[in-house]
C-alpha cells in the first residue's frame, strides 16, 4: 500500500493561503469610504447586470471581490441570515457584527477544511442611524481574519497601493460627490487608463433615507458626480 | 463531481423564497397550525380571539385606493380601537387584512420578509401576480388553522410596473386567488361596504374622488356592521387610507381623512 505523501500543517495553510491570495489579486478593487450621510462603496466592474456590491438589509451592504460564484453565495447566506433574524426577533436587532462573525466562521472553516479554500475578500458595512449614529465596517479575509476598519477600506487587487492612497487623501465629512472622486482616484492609482462611470459600481448606505438605507447610484447620475465643476 | 451535486444548483426552488428557506432551515419559526384548545364557535369564530374586520380597495385612475377601518372585534366587544390592518408589503403593493388579527399579522410580516428577500437575492422585483401567488400560497398553508375558525382572507393590491395599471386581488380560506376589475371589500363589513362601493365606483376616478368612495363605503359599513369601527371624532382615530400608484405608496394623513369626512358628513346631514 503506498503511504499517503507527508504534508507539514504550515506547508499546506502556507499554500492554500499563497494560492486564495494569487485568486484574490488578479480581481479588481473595491473601496469603501465613509462620508457625511453615511458609508459608500466604490467598485470597478464593468458589468451593469452581476453585481459586486449588495444590499443585506436595512442598514447593512455587502461588497465582495474575488471570485464570482463564491462571494454570490457568501451575499446569499448574509441575505438570509439577517432576514431570518429580523423576522424572528425585529428590524432593529439585525447587525453587521453578528453577520460578519458568521462569514468569517464560515470562511475560516472552510479555509482548514476544505481541499480549495475561497478566493474572497468581503466588507460587511453598516450606516450608524441618525447623526452621532457611528459606522461600521468589517473586513474578512479568505482565511477568516476579521478586521474593524475606520474611515475606508479597500480590497481586492493591489489593494495596499490603493489603502495608501487612502491614507493620504482621506478627509472626514466629505460630500458624496467628493467621496466618489477620492474613491476613483483611489482605484485609478494602480492603472495607468482612467475610469468612467461605465467601469464603475457605486452604492450607498445613505442614513438621511427611510428604513432600507441601501441605495445604487445609477450611470448617469455618475456622470455628473464625477465630472469636476459641475 | 456526480452529476446530483451540480444539479442540486438549480433544482434548488427555495432559493429566493423566504418562507421555502424557512420551511427547511427554521420551521418552528414559520406561523405553524396550532392544535385546537377549544373548539370553534357556531359562527366558525374562535372566542375570545380578536377579529379584524372591513377592508377595501378600488382602482381609480392612477392606481388602487385601499382603506380600512381601525377597530378589532373579540365577539360583540371592542378588542382594540387603533389596529392597523393595511400593510405595505413592498413599494408598489399592499395588503389589507381580515380575519384572525394574530395569523393575519403574523403572514402579511411574513409576506413583507418574503417580497424583500425575493428582491435582494434576485436584484429585482416580483411581478404583481407572482406577489399574488405567493399570498395565495400563505393563505393556503394556513388551511389547518383556517379549519379550527382562525380564517385569514386578506386583500391585496399594487401597482402593476408591466401592464401599468393599479390590480387588485381576493382571497378565499383555501389559497384560491381572484382578481377583481374594478372594487372589493373584505371583512365582516364587507358586504356593506362592497354594496356602497357599488353605488359609487366609477370607472378613472381621481384620487379624491375614490378616497372619498372608499370613506362613504367604510362609513356604510361601520352603519350596519356591528364588528366595524366608524370614525372616532372624539378621540381621534380615523380610517387608514392608503393610494398605490406608478410613484409608490403614499398614506393619507389623518387630517386630510377628517376632513373628507367632515365633508361626507355634513352632506349626508344636509339630506
Known amino acids: 500500500m503506498p503511504l499517503p505523501y507527508y504534508v507539514s500543517p504550515e506547508q499546506m495553510m502556507k499554500d492554500k493561503a499563497e494560492y486564495a491570495r494569487k485568486g484574490i489579486s488578479r480581481g479588481k478593487a473595491i473601496v469603501a469610504i465613509e462620508y457625511r450621510d453615511g458609508i459608500l462603496l466604490v467598485a470597478e466592474n464593468p458589468s451593469t447586470l452581476l453585481h459586486k456590491i449588495s444590499e443585506i438589509y436595512d442598514r447593512i451592504a455587502f461588497a465582495g471581490v474575488g471570485k464570482y460564484n463564491e462571494f454570490e453565495n457568501l451575499r446569499v447566506a448574509g441575505v438570509r441570515h439577517a432576514d431570518v433574524k429580523g423576522y424572528s426577533y425585529s428590524r432593529g436587532d439585525v447587525s453587521a457584527k453578528s453577520l460578519a462573525n458568521a462569514y468569517s466562521q464560515g470562511l475560516g472553516n472552510i479555509f482548514t477544511q476544505d481541499i480549495k479554500p475561497f478566493e474572497v475578500e468581503v466588507l460587511v458595512c453598516e450606516v450608524g442611524e441618525g447623526d452621532g449614529g457611528k459606522n461600521e465596517i468589517y473586513h474578512i479575509l479568505y482565511d477568516g481574519t476579521i478586521e474593524d476598519e475606520k474611515n475606508y477600506a479597500a480590497m481586492g487587487g493591489q489593494s495596499d497601493e490603493i489603502r495608501r492612497y487612502l491614507k493620504e487623501n482621506f478627509q472626514e465629512g466629505l460630500d458624496l460627490a467628493a467621496a466618489i472622486q477620492l474613491g476613483v482616484r483611489a482605484l485609478m492609482v494602480t492603472q495607468n487608463k482612467s475610469l468612467t462611470e461605465r467601469d464603475l459600481e457605486v452604492a450607498v448606505l445613505d442614513r438621511t433615507k427611510e428604513r432600507r438605507k441601501f441605495r445604487r447610484i445609477p450611470a448617469e447620475v455618475l456622470h455628473q458626480l464625477l465630472t469636476p465643476g459641475a | ?271
Request: glycine share 10%.
Open chain 2, 1 to 271: 463531481m456526480t452529476p446530483e451535486r451540480w444539479q442540486a444548483a438549480f433544482s434548488d426552488y427555495s432559493t429566493s423564497s423566504f418562507s421555502d428557506y424557512l420551511r427547511h432551515a427554521a420551521p418552528h419559526l414559520l406561523p405553524t397550525p396550532e392544535p385546537a384548545a377549544r373548539p370553534a364557535a357556531s359562527d366558525g369564530h374562535v372566542a375570545g380571539v380578536p377579529h379584524g374586520t372591513t377592508v377595501l380597495a378600488l382602482r381609480y385612475r392612477d392606481g388602487v385606493v385601499m382603506a380600512g377601518d381601525r377597530q378589532a372585534s373579540e365577539g360583540y366587544q371592542v378588542a382594540h380601537r387603533r389596529i392597523e390592518k393595511l400593510f405595505k408589503s413592498d413599494d408598489l403593493s399592499a395588503v389589507g387584512i381580515a380575519g384572525a388579527a394574530g395569523p393575519a399579522m403574523e403572514m402579511a410580516r411574513l409576506f413583507q420578509t418574503e417580497l424583500e428577500h425575493y428582491e435582494k437575492v434576485e436584484g429585482e422585483n416580483l411581478s404583481l401576480d407572482g406577489k399574488a401567488n405567493r399570498l395565495g400560497a400563505m393563505i393556503r398553508a394556513n388551511l389547518p388553522m383556517a379549519m379550527q375558525g382562525l380564517v385569514v382572507v386578506p386583500i391585496f393590491a399594487g401597482f402593476d410596473e408591466r401592464a401599468g395599471v393599479g390590480r387588485l386581488f381576493k382571497y378565499d380560506v383555501t389559497g384560491g386567488r381572484y382578481e377583481e376589475t374594478d372594487y372589493f371589500a373584505q371583512g365582516s363589513g364587507g358586504k356593506d361596504a362592497r354594496d356602497s362601493l357599488k353605488k359609487r365606483f366609477r370607472r378613472d376616478m381621481s384620487r379624491d374622488e375614490a378616497v372619498r368612495a372608499a370613506l362613504e363605503a367604510l362609513l356604510d359599513a361601520a352603519d350596519e356592521d356591528l364588528g366595524t369601527g366608524g370614525p372616532d371624532f372624539q378621540r381621534g382615530i380615523f380610517p387608514t387610507v392608503k393610494t398605490i400608484s406608478r410613484s409608490g405608496i403614499t398614506d393619507l394623513t389623518d387630517d386630510d381623512v377628517r376632513r373628507h369626512l367632515e365633508a361626507i358628513l355634513s352632506d349626508r346631514g344636509r339630506n
